[in-house]
């Protein structure tokens, strides 16, 4: 994924949940910071916002949605944890290999059900330019209930 397309996640993440209602506002924002129209559609296709995920980048290499996490891993992680790696893996932040080592790490430095802060420690020390805020969908209060 290049930089200027992690520039516009990271501004798109930034933003309040409804200013996203607009998307041609934020488009024509963009735009005028600099962006390429199609840079802005990769980077809209990465948060899966109304589009199917079909490039990206050298080094992904699994599809949107595709990776679920068995029994021992949704035992060592909170549910908060599971929608982070889960989303960080789906948006293409970070690898399969990434996210299971991840996991393994933490099975071995916390005690169950890991944290969503403990995980975005670990997460943060395997890739160095994670956004600093939750993607969008991740970010949402943990009541406890799976979704």
């Given at each position: 994924m290049s930089e200027r397309i992690k520039e516009i996640i990271e501004y798109i993440m930034d933003?309040?949940?409804?200013?996203?209602?607009?998307?041609?506002?934020?488009?024509?924002?963009?735009?005028?910071?600099g962006y390429t129209r199609?840079?802005?559609?990769?980077?809209?296709?990465?948060?899966d916002?109304?589009?199917?995920?079909t490039d990206r980048g050298p080094g992904?290499?699994?599809?949107?949605?595709?990776?679920?996490?068995?029994?021992?891993?949704?035992h060592m992680l909170?549910?908060?944890?599971?929608?982070?790696l889960l989303n960080l893996h789906r948006l293409g932040w970070?690898?399969?290999?990434?996210?299971s080592a991840i996991?393994?790490?933490?099975?071995?430095?916390?005690?169950?059900?890991?944290?969503?802060?403990?995980v975005r420690d670990l997460a943060s020390r395997f890739v160095s330019d994670l956004p600093e805020n939750n993607p969008p969908d991740i970010a949402r209060r943990d009541d406890g209930r799976v979704h």
């Open positions: 933003l309040e949940p409804g200013d996203l209602k607009d998307s041609s506002y934020v488009q024509d924002e963009l735009e005028d910071m199609f840079e802005i559609r990769q980077a809209f296709r990465m948060l916002f109304g589009s199917d995920v992904r290499e699994s599809p949107a949605g595709s990776r679920v996490l068995n029994e021992f891993e949704k909170s549910i908060p944890a599971q929608g982070y970070i690898s399969e290999i990434q996210l996991i393994d790490n933490a099975a071995y430095e916390f005690i169950p059900p890991v944290s969503l802060e403990e």
